[in-house]
Nanobody, 115 residues
Framework: QVQLVESGGDLVQPGGSLRLSCKIS????????VAWHRRRPESSREFIAS???????DYDDTVRGRFTISRDNAQTTVFLQMDNLKPEDTATYYC?????????WGQGTQVTVSS
């Protein structure tokens, strides 16, 4: 059973930073692409950022230039560095690992941006 455990969510003031982590319970996650999604209040889950097995990244326009996704293959962990946070970034953030046909989701971590 593959498990994804997100951590790092917190309450932060606008303009602040947070670093989310997603620990994946695999001996090796080479070949997996990993993405972060979020669900804002009263909204559906939306794509934020992804990193493929080769390290290529992609971002939604709402976070491009503020968020950075990275991976540590040795630690089977993916990170999301979030800078210049805005109140509209308030959401539950989810990690997803994909190696088709397998798709795995974590349980989420809450990020609240408020003064």
């Amino acid at each position: 059973q593959v498990q994804l455990v997100e951590s790092g969510g917190d309450l932060v003031q606008p303009g602040g930073s947070l670093r989310l982590s997603c620990k994946i319970s695999l001996n090796s996650f080479s070949g997996f692409a990993v993405a972060w999604h979020r669900r804002r209040p009263e909204s559906s889950r939306e794509f934020i950022a992804s990193i493929d097995a080769g390290g290529d990244t992609d971002y939604d326009d709402t976070v491009r230039g503020r968020f950075t996704i990275s991976r540590d293959n040795a630690q089977t962990t993916v990170f999301l560095q979030m800078d210049n946070l805005k109140p509209e970034d308030t959401a539950t953030y989810y990690c997803k690992a994909v190696k088709l046909p397998a798709i795995y989701w974590g349980q989420g971590t809450q990020v609240t941006v408020s003064s």
